[in-house]
Protein backbone atom coordinates (compact mmCIF):
# COMPACT_ATOMS: atom_id res chain seq x y z
CA UNK A 1 0.00 0.00 0.00
CA UNK A 2 2.87 2.28 1.20
CA UNK A 3 4.42 1.51 -2.63
CA UNK A 4 1.19 2.36 -4.31
CA UNK A 5 0.54 5.75 -2.61
CA UNK A 6 3.99 6.57 -2.89
CA UNK A 7 3.81 5.92 -7.03
CA UNK A 8 0.62 8.08 -7.05
CA UNK A 9 2.90 10.91 -5.94
CA UNK A 10 4.99 10.19 -9.32
CA UNK A 11 4.98 12.03 -12.12
CA UNK A 12 1.57 11.50 -14.46
CA UNK A 13 4.16 10.47 -17.64
CA UNK A 14 5.37 7.57 -15.30
CA UNK A 15 1.93 6.86 -13.95
CA UNK A 16 0.27 6.93 -17.92
CA UNK A 17 2.90 4.65 -18.92
CA UNK A 18 2.50 1.94 -15.87
CA UNK A 19 -1.45 1.79 -16.85
CA UNK A 20 -0.70 1.57 -20.68
CA UNK A 21 1.38 -1.18 -19.86
CA UNK A 22 -1.25 -2.75 -17.37
CA UNK A 23 -3.85 -2.38 -20.15
CA UNK A 24 -1.98 -4.33 -23.06
CA UNK A 25 -0.61 -6.71 -20.63
CA UNK A 26 -4.47 -7.63 -19.29
CA UNK A 27 -5.02 -8.16 -22.81
CA UNK A 28 -2.16 -10.56 -24.30
CA UNK A 29 -2.99 -12.35 -21.68
CA UNK A 30 -6.78 -13.07 -22.42
CA UNK A 31 -5.17 -13.42 -25.70
CA UNK A 32 -2.69 -15.98 -24.85
CA UNK A 33 -5.65 -17.83 -23.01
CA UNK A 34 -7.88 -18.16 -25.88
CA UNK A 35 -4.61 -19.20 -27.76
CA UNK A 36 -3.77 -22.06 -25.95
CA UNK A 37 -7.81 -23.33 -25.39
CA UNK A 38 -7.90 -23.56 -29.10
CA UNK A 39 -8.02 -27.31 -30.53
CA UNK A 40 -5.07 -26.02 -32.78
CA UNK A 41 -2.15 -23.60 -31.24
CA UNK A 42 -1.44 -21.26 -33.73
CA UNK A 43 2.45 -20.58 -33.11
CA UNK A 44 3.22 -17.84 -35.22
CA UNK A 45 0.36 -15.70 -33.31
CA UNK A 46 1.14 -16.94 -29.71
CA UNK A 47 4.98 -16.46 -30.87
CA UNK A 48 3.58 -12.94 -32.06
CA UNK A 49 1.50 -12.02 -28.28
CA UNK A 50 4.10 -13.21 -25.98
CA UNK A 51 6.76 -10.88 -27.66
CA UNK A 52 4.57 -8.19 -27.11
CA UNK A 53 3.79 -9.08 -23.57
CA UNK A 54 7.56 -9.18 -23.16
CA UNK A 55 7.73 -5.54 -24.32
CA UNK A 56 5.58 -4.28 -22.55
CA UNK A 57 6.06 -6.06 -19.41
CA UNK A 58 9.84 -4.38 -19.82
CA UNK A 59 7.80 -1.50 -20.05
CA UNK A 60 5.59 -1.53 -16.95
CA UNK A 61 8.94 -3.36 -14.77
CA UNK A 62 10.72 0.26 -15.92
CA UNK A 63 7.82 2.28 -14.84
CA UNK A 64 6.87 1.01 -11.38
CA UNK A 65 10.97 0.49 -10.65
CA UNK A 66 13.06 3.47 -11.77
CA UNK A 67 12.33 6.49 -9.65
CA UNK A 68 12.82 9.45 -12.39
CA UNK A 69 11.24 7.26 -15.36
CA UNK A 70 8.87 9.59 -17.47
CA UNK A 71 9.86 8.62 -21.28
CA UNK A 72 9.73 5.67 -23.33
CA UNK A 73 12.68 4.63 -25.09
CA UNK A 74 12.11 5.10 -28.64
CA UNK A 75 13.50 1.71 -29.65
CA UNK A 76 10.43 0.46 -27.77
CA UNK A 77 7.94 2.29 -29.84
CA UNK A 78 9.31 0.55 -33.03
CA UNK A 79 9.22 -2.51 -31.61
CA UNK A 80 5.74 -2.23 -30.76
CA UNK A 81 4.77 -0.81 -34.08
CA UNK A 82 6.92 -3.77 -35.86
CA UNK A 83 5.28 -6.48 -33.41
CA UNK A 84 1.64 -4.99 -34.16
CA UNK A 85 2.06 -4.72 -37.92
CA UNK A 86 3.39 -8.52 -37.66
CA UNK A 87 -0.33 -9.04 -36.06
CA UNK A 88 -2.02 -7.08 -38.60
CA UNK A 89 -0.98 -9.56 -40.88
CA UNK A 90 -1.38 -12.61 -39.57
CA UNK A 91 -5.38 -11.58 -39.39
CA UNK A 92 -5.89 -10.34 -43.02
CA UNK A 93 -4.65 -6.84 -42.36
CA UNK A 94 -7.96 -4.40 -43.33
CA UNK A 95 -10.06 -7.23 -44.11
CA UNK A 96 -9.09 -8.92 -41.31
CA UNK A 97 -9.94 -8.30 -37.21
CA UNK A 98 -6.31 -7.11 -35.81
CA UNK A 99 -6.81 -3.85 -37.73
CA UNK A 100 -7.94 -2.64 -33.95
CA UNK A 101 -5.31 -3.21 -32.49
CA UNK A 102 -2.61 -1.42 -34.79
CA UNK A 103 -4.82 1.43 -34.40
CA UNK A 104 -4.54 1.41 -30.84
CA UNK A 105 -0.90 1.13 -31.54
CA UNK A 106 -1.52 5.11 -33.02
CA UNK A 107 -2.59 6.19 -29.50
CA UNK A 108 0.02 4.19 -27.90
CA UNK A 109 2.64 6.13 -29.35
CA UNK A 110 0.74 9.59 -29.22
CA UNK A 111 0.35 9.21 -24.97
CA UNK A 112 4.14 7.42 -24.51
CA UNK A 113 6.11 10.22 -26.73
CA UNK A 114 6.19 13.78 -28.06
CA UNK A 115 7.49 16.07 -29.85
CA UNK A 116 10.25 15.05 -32.76
CA UNK A 117 10.18 11.66 -31.47
CA UNK A 118 6.11 11.21 -31.64
CA UNK A 119 6.53 12.62 -35.11
CA UNK A 120 9.14 10.24 -36.40
CA UNK A 121 6.90 7.24 -34.85
CA UNK A 122 3.64 7.88 -36.37
CA UNK A 123 5.10 8.75 -39.56
CA UNK A 124 6.83 5.79 -39.59
CA UNK A 125 3.78 3.94 -38.36
CA UNK A 126 1.60 5.62 -40.96
CA UNK A 127 4.05 4.27 -43.84
CA UNK A 128 4.55 1.09 -42.16
CA UNK A 129 0.90 0.48 -42.42
CA UNK A 130 0.81 1.78 -45.92
CA UNK A 131 2.93 -0.91 -46.67
CA UNK A 132 1.41 -3.61 -45.32
CA UNK A 133 -1.94 -2.83 -46.56
CA UNK A 134 -0.62 -2.56 -50.17
CA UNK A 135 1.02 -5.95 -49.21
CA UNK A 136 -2.29 -7.67 -48.26
CA UNK A 137 -4.36 -6.09 -50.87
CA UNK A 138 -2.70 -7.78 -53.60
CA UNK A 139 -3.00 -11.08 -52.03
CA UNK A 140 -6.17 -12.94 -51.85
CA UNK A 141 -7.78 -12.15 -48.88
CA UNK A 142 -5.02 -10.95 -47.74
CA UNK A 143 -3.54 -14.55 -46.94
CA UNK A 144 0.38 -13.74 -46.72
CA UNK A 145 2.83 -15.64 -45.45
CA UNK A 146 1.99 -14.47 -41.83
CA UNK A 147 -1.56 -15.39 -42.41
CA UNK A 148 -3.04 -17.95 -39.52
CA UNK A 149 -6.83 -16.60 -39.43
CA UNK A 150 -9.30 -14.38 -39.79
CA UNK A 151 -11.85 -15.82 -37.88
CA UNK A 152 -14.88 -12.74 -37.69
CA UNK A 153 -14.10 -12.13 -33.71
CA UNK A 154 -15.06 -8.44 -32.55
CA UNK A 155 -13.15 -8.66 -28.87
CA UNK A 156 -10.12 -6.97 -30.13
CA UNK A 157 -12.33 -3.69 -31.53
CA UNK A 158 -14.44 -4.14 -27.81
CA UNK A 159 -11.53 -4.37 -26.26
CA UNK A 160 -9.88 -1.27 -27.76
CA UNK A 161 -13.02 0.46 -27.06
CA UNK A 162 -13.22 0.05 -23.72
CA UNK A 163 -8.83 0.70 -23.37
CA UNK A 164 -9.47 4.13 -25.04
CA UNK A 165 -12.07 4.90 -23.38
CA UNK A 166 -10.56 4.16 -19.49
CA UNK A 167 -7.60 6.04 -20.95
CA UNK A 168 -9.66 9.02 -22.05
CA UNK A 169 -11.18 9.66 -18.51
CA UNK A 170 -7.74 9.16 -16.91
CA UNK A 171 -6.18 11.71 -19.05
CA UNK A 172 -9.14 13.84 -18.11
CA UNK A 173 -8.21 13.39 -14.05
CA UNK A 174 -4.70 13.49 -14.61
CA UNK A 175 -4.97 16.55 -16.88
CA UNK A 176 -7.27 18.04 -13.82
CA UNK A 177 -4.51 17.03 -11.56
CA UNK A 178 -1.79 18.68 -13.42
CA UNK A 179 -3.91 22.07 -13.94
CA UNK A 180 -5.16 22.21 -10.04
CA UNK A 181 -1.74 21.89 -9.22
CA UNK A 182 0.27 24.65 -11.35
CA UNK A 183 -3.27 26.68 -10.57
CA UNK A 184 -1.64 26.35 -7.12
CA UNK A 185 1.94 26.69 -7.43
CA UNK A 186 0.90 29.87 -9.69
CA UNK A 187 -0.70 31.67 -6.75
CA UNK A 188 2.03 30.91 -4.49
CA UNK A 189 4.24 32.18 -6.96
CA UNK A 190 1.52 35.51 -7.05
CA UNK A 191 1.63 35.28 -3.22
CA UNK A 192 5.91 35.25 -3.26
CA UNK A 193 6.01 38.42 -6.18
CA UNK A 194 3.65 40.13 -4.08
CA UNK A 195 5.75 39.68 -1.04
CA UNK A 196 9.00 40.41 -2.89
CA UNK A 197 7.27 43.70 -3.93
CA UNK A 198 6.29 44.95 -0.69
CA UNK A 199 9.81 44.20 0.67
CA UNK A 200 11.30 45.67 -2.70
CA UNK A 201 9.16 48.74 -1.45
CA UNK A 202 10.14 48.88 2.09
CA UNK A 203 14.22 48.40 1.28
CA UNK A 204 13.50 51.54 -0.78
CA UNK A 205 12.08 53.93 1.80
CA UNK A 206 14.65 52.36 4.18
CA UNK A 207 17.24 53.36 1.58
CA UNK A 208 15.84 56.76 1.35
CA UNK A 209 15.78 57.65 4.97
CA UNK A 210 19.08 55.90 5.07
CA UNK A 211 20.32 58.87 2.17
CA UNK A 212 18.36 61.76 4.12
CA UNK A 213 20.24 60.27 7.61
CA UNK A 214 23.75 60.23 6.12
CA UNK A 215 23.03 63.83 4.67
CA UNK A 216 21.99 65.25 7.68
CA UNK A 217 24.86 63.23 9.89
CA UNK A 218 27.38 64.74 6.96
CA UNK A 219 25.52 68.38 7.69
CA UNK A 220 26.04 67.58 11.32
CA UNK A 221 29.71 66.76 11.13
CA UNK A 222 30.49 69.57 8.79
CA UNK A 223 28.93 72.00 11.18
CA UNK A 224 31.15 70.23 14.09
CA UNK A 225 33.94 70.74 11.92
CA UNK A 226 33.36 74.31 11.26
CA UNK A 227 33.09 74.94 14.45
CA UNK A 228 36.07 73.73 15.70
CA UNK A 229 37.85 75.28 13.39
CA UNK A 230 36.84 78.47 14.22
CA UNK A 231 37.39 78.12 17.95
CA UNK A 232 40.33 77.06 16.92
CA UNK A 233 41.39 80.29 15.12
CA UNK A 234 39.31 82.16 17.64
CA UNK A 235 41.76 80.12 20.42
CA UNK A 236 45.30 81.02 17.49
CA UNK A 237 44.31 85.20 17.93
CA UNK A 238 43.68 85.22 21.44
CA UNK A 239 47.55 83.03 22.00
CA UNK A 240 48.21 85.90 19.34
CA UNK A 241 47.12 88.78 21.30
CA UNK A 242 48.24 87.98 23.88
CA UNK A 243 51.37 87.35 22.69
CA UNK A 244 51.70 91.13 21.62
CA UNK A 245 50.48 92.03 24.70
CA UNK A 246 53.50 90.10 27.27
CA UNK A 247 56.12 90.79 24.13
CA UNK A 248 57.92 94.19 25.50
CA UNK A 249 57.16 92.81 29.40
CA UNK A 250 59.53 89.49 28.22
CA UNK A 251 62.09 92.26 26.45
CA UNK A 252 62.35 93.69 29.60
CA UNK A 253 62.00 91.00 31.64
CA UNK A 254 65.18 89.44 29.20
CA UNK A 255 67.22 92.67 29.47
CA UNK A 256 67.06 92.37 33.24
CA UNK A 257 67.67 88.44 33.57
CA UNK A 258 70.91 88.93 31.20
CA UNK A 259 72.25 91.40 33.75
CA UNK A 260 70.93 88.96 36.88
CA UNK A 261 73.56 86.82 38.42
CA UNK A 262 72.39 84.35 40.37
CA UNK A 263 74.17 82.71 43.81
CA UNK A 264 71.72 80.03 44.99
CA UNK A 265 69.71 77.62 43.67
CA UNK A 266 66.87 79.42 43.92
CA UNK A 267 68.16 81.32 41.21
CA UNK A 268 69.25 78.52 39.36
CA UNK A 269 65.76 77.65 39.31
CA UNK A 270 64.33 81.55 37.79
CA UNK A 271 67.02 81.61 35.21
CA UNK A 272 65.78 78.37 33.95
CA UNK A 273 62.26 79.01 34.18
CA UNK A 274 63.22 82.32 32.25
CA UNK A 275 65.01 80.10 29.50
CA UNK A 276 61.67 77.54 29.12
CA UNK A 277 59.56 81.14 29.02
CA UNK A 278 61.41 82.36 26.07
CA UNK A 279 61.66 78.91 24.41
CA UNK A 280 57.73 78.53 24.76
CA UNK A 281 57.01 82.63 23.05
CA UNK A 282 59.26 81.56 20.55
CA UNK A 283 57.24 78.41 19.57
CA UNK A 284 54.39 80.00 19.86
CA UNK A 285 55.30 82.91 17.53
CA UNK A 286 57.00 80.50 14.98
CA UNK A 287 53.85 78.38 14.32
CA UNK A 288 51.40 81.49 14.64
CA UNK A 289 53.79 82.91 11.68
CA UNK A 290 53.77 79.82 9.69
CA UNK A 291 49.46 79.84 9.95
CA UNK A 292 49.17 76.22 11.61
CA UNK A 293 47.27 74.97 13.60
CA UNK A 294 48.63 75.22 17.39
CA UNK A 295 50.19 71.78 19.33
CA UNK A 296 48.84 72.30 22.86
CA UNK A 297 50.99 69.10 24.16
CA UNK A 298 54.62 71.84 22.87
CA UNK A 299 53.09 74.88 24.24
Request: aromatic share 10%; net charge negative.
Amino acid sequence: MNRLEAFSKRPYETQLVLLISIVAIFRLVVALLIDFLRESIRWGEVMTDITILIVFGAIAWLAFNKANFTKVHPLFGVIIIVLLGLNFMEFGGVQGNSRFNYYGGFFFVILLYQGRTMVALLTFQCLFLIALTVITVFEEGGRTFLFVSNDSDFTDFVFILIALGALSFYLKSITGNEIGRWQQLSGQLNEQVAHAKELNHELVTQGKELMKAQEHLEEEVNKKSRLLQEQQHAIEKYIQLNTEVIHDPIHELNQEMSRFRGTNMMDSMLIASHAELNEVLKNITATLKANEELNRTKI
